[in-house]
Nanobody, 124 residues
């Protein structure tokens, strides 16, 4: 069992930055890939970024490349999503999810555990 708790969301102006954290419980956390997804009102959940269980592979959606960076600190059981140059279209609830022995790819069905989400609002 892995429990995930997201934090770091909030209200920011366009062009600003936020860093989201995904804190995980469980001693096997280092065996899980972590993905970040987001869902805006009226839209489907979409993949944002992912990192493999060993941190060696990362993925990012085209819409966030050059702006968002994903990293993990296994000693702290935490994965971060650094978001820079935020745009109003980045507004959404952001979720992290865990995939055992995964690569952090973009398919939601591959993820076993999900957090409750954190709201990110970017004003224009």
């Amino acid at each position: 069992q892995v429990q995930l708790v997201e934090s770091g969301g909030g209200l920011v102006q366009a062009g600003g930055s936020l860093r989201l954290s995904c804190a995980a419980s469980g001693r096997t956390f280092r065996r899980y890939a972590i993905g970040w997804f987001r869902q805006a009102p009226g839209k489907e959940r979409e993949f944002v970024a992912g990192i493999s269980w060993n941190g060696g592979i990362t993925y990012r959606a085209d819409s966030v490349k050059g702006r968002f960076t994903i990293s993990r600190d296994s000693a702290k059981n935490t994965v971060y999503l650094q978001m820079n140059s935020l745009k109003p279209e980045d507004t959404a609830v952001y979720y992290c999810a865990a995939d055992f022995n995964g690569l952090g790819s973009g398919s939601p069905s591959e993820y076993d555990y999900w957090g409750q989400g954190t709201q990110v609002t970017v004003s224009s």
